[in-house]
């Protein structure tokens, strides 16, 4: 999944094509759902977590070494869009001439003004990772290192 295998043709100088792979790092997001977890399953704020097996058909996550969930992939419908947000003060523009106007083109935050919240995009997905208890029988139809995740 980390890693994506590029084929790149070089010319030799007697005029022959050779293949060579190139190892190119790509990154690839998916959304943790847990929507699916019934009420009586409560998760601490900031509780340390273990994911393993994102390679597999069913990763497990382990929450605060207590909760043990297992996950199943999900196509998404379209494209999901993730944004980050941070907030930021509002930045005026000095514009237009003016005798007393000493910081023409500069720009001045008012630090009386609330800072306002922006968001940009960070990464697409297309993929779902929704996660449910985990059971006994799952450890027994879980298979062991062959079955690897579909692409």
């Known amino acids: ?13 007697e005029g022959q094509t050779k293949q060579v792979a190139e190892e190119e ?3 690839e997001y998916v959304m943790l759902n847990l929507d699916r977890l019934p009420n009586s399953i409560e998760i601490p704020p900031n509780a ?7 390679d597999t058909l069913n990763p497990i996550l382990i929450i605060d070494n207590k909760i043990k969930l297992v996950g199943k992939y999900e196509e998404t ?19 237009g001439p ?5 910081f023409s083109g ?5 630090p009386q003004q609330t800072p306002v919240k922006q968001i940009k995009p960070i990464a697409k997905l ?3 990772l929704r ?3 985990f059971l006994e029988s799952d450890d027994e139809d879980r298979p062991r290192q062959g079955a690897k995740k579909p692409s």
């Open 1 to 13: 999944m980390e890693n994506k295998t590029c084929l790149q043709e070089e010319k030799e100088s």
């Open 131 to 133: 996660f449910r208890p």
């Open 106 to 110: 500069i720009r001045i935050m008012d």
């Open 126 to 128: 297309h993929k779902i």
């Open 77 to 95: 419908i379209g494209t999901c869009l993730v944004f980050q947000e941070h907030e930021a003060h509002v930045v005026h523009e000095e514009t």
């Open 98 to 102: 003016s005798e007393a106007n000493l």
């Open 48 to 54: 340390p977590y273990v994911l393993s097996g994102l």
């Open 25 to 27: 790092e790509e990154e």
